[in-house]
C-alpha cells in the first residue's frame, strides 16, 4: 500500500504557474502509474494527466495539454505537476493517484486547492 500527500496548492492570477508535488510513502513509488485529478463544485473529479511507471510515457486530457506537464522522480518517490498559463476553469481541488496501470488508480492523495483568480 501507499500513502499519497499532495502540496503546492494556493491561489494564482490567470496566466501564473504552480508546481504540484506529491510525496508517496509505504511502497516505492516505481511499482505504480501515477496520475493526477481534479474536482471543481458541482463536477464529477476529472482526469488531468498520466505518467507510467518508468516516467517514458505521459497523457494528458485535452483541456491541459501544452501548459501542465506531469513528472517523477522515482529516486525520490514523488511526482509533480507543473501548470503554466493557468486558467479560472483550472479551479480545482488536485489529486494525486497511484495504480497499476492507466487508467485504474487505487490509491488517492487528500487532496490540494488551485484557485486561479482572473
Known amino acids: 500500500q501507499v500513502q499519497l500527500v499532495e502540496s503546492g496548492g494556493g491561489v494564482v492570477q490567470a496566466g501564473g504557474s504552480l508546481r504540484l508535488p506529491c510525496a508517496a510513502s509505504?511502497?516505492?513509488?516505481?511499482?505504480?502509474?501515477m496520475a493526477w485529478f481534479r474536482q471543481s463544485p458541482g463536477k464529477d473529479r476529472e482526469f488531468v494527466a498520466h505518467v507510467s511507471r518508468s516516467g517514458g510515457s505521459t497523457y494528458y486530457a485535452d483541456s491541459v495539454k501544452g501548459r501542465f506537464t506531469i513528472s517523477r522522480d522515482n529516486a525520490k518517490n514523488t511526482v509533480a505537476l507543473q501548470m503554466n498559463v493557468l486558467k479560472p476553469e483550472d479551479t480545482a481541488v488536485y489529486y494525486c493517484s497511484a495504480g497499476t496501470a492507466y487508467p485504474t488508480y487505487q490509491y488517492w492523495g487528500q487532496g490540494t486547492q488551485v484557485t486561479v483568480s482572473s
Open positions: 509505504g511502497r516505492t513509488l516505481s511499482s505504480y502509474a
